[in-house]
Nanobody
Framework: ELVLVESGGGSVQAGGSRKLSCAVS????????????MAWFRQAPGKERELVSS????????YYADSVKGRFAISLDRAKMTLDLQMNDLKSEDTAVYYC???????????????WGQGIQVTVSS
C-alpha cells in the first residue's frame, strides 16, 4: 500500500502563492514514484473532482488544466519523495480541497489512480 499525505494548505489572499506537498511512502513507493503518474486533483464545493496537474515519473512529462496553466507548477522532489504543487497568482476560483493521487500497479504496470491522500483545503479570499 502507498500512503500519501498532503501538507501546505490554508488560506491566502487572491494574487498570493501557496505550495502544496504530498509525501509518498509505503510499499513500492520508489518504483511508483519514479515510474508511474502522480497528480493533483481538486474539488470545489458543489463541483466534481477535477484533474489539476499530473507528472509522469518515467518520461517526466507534465499536464496542466487550462484553468491553472501558467500559474501552477508541479514537480517531484526525489530526495524527499514528495510531489509538490507551486500555486501562484491564486484566484478565488482556486478554492477547493486538493488531493494528491498516485497510480497503482497491476502486474508490475502502472494502472489507475488507486492511491489518494486525505485532501487538504486551500481557500483563496478576494
Amino acid at each position: 500500500e502507498l500512503v500519501l499525505v498532503e501538507s501546505g494548505g490554508g488560506s491566502v489572499q487572491a494574487g498570493g502563492s501557496r505550495k502544496l506537498s504530498c509525501a509518498v511512502s509505503g510499499r513500492f513507493d520508489g518504483y511508483i514514484f519514479n515510474t508511474c503518474t502522480m497528480a493533483w486533483f481538486r474539488q470545489a464545493p458543489g463541483k466534481e473532482r477535477e484533474l489539476v496537474s499530473s507528472h509522469d515519473g518515467r518520461n517526466m512529462s507534465t499536464y496542466y488544466a487550462d484553468s491553472v496553466k501558467g500559474r501552477f507548477a508541479i514537480s517531484l522532489d526525489r530526495a524527499k519523495m514528495t510531489l509538490d504543487l507551486q500555486m501562484n497568482d491564486l484566484k478565488s476560483e482556486d478554492t477547493a480541497v486538493y488531493y494528491c493521487a498516485a497510480q497503482g500497479l497491476i502486474g508490475g504496470r502502472c494502472s489507475t489512480f488507486d492511491y489518494w491522500g486525505q485532501g487538504i483545503q486551500v481557500t483563496v479570499s478576494s
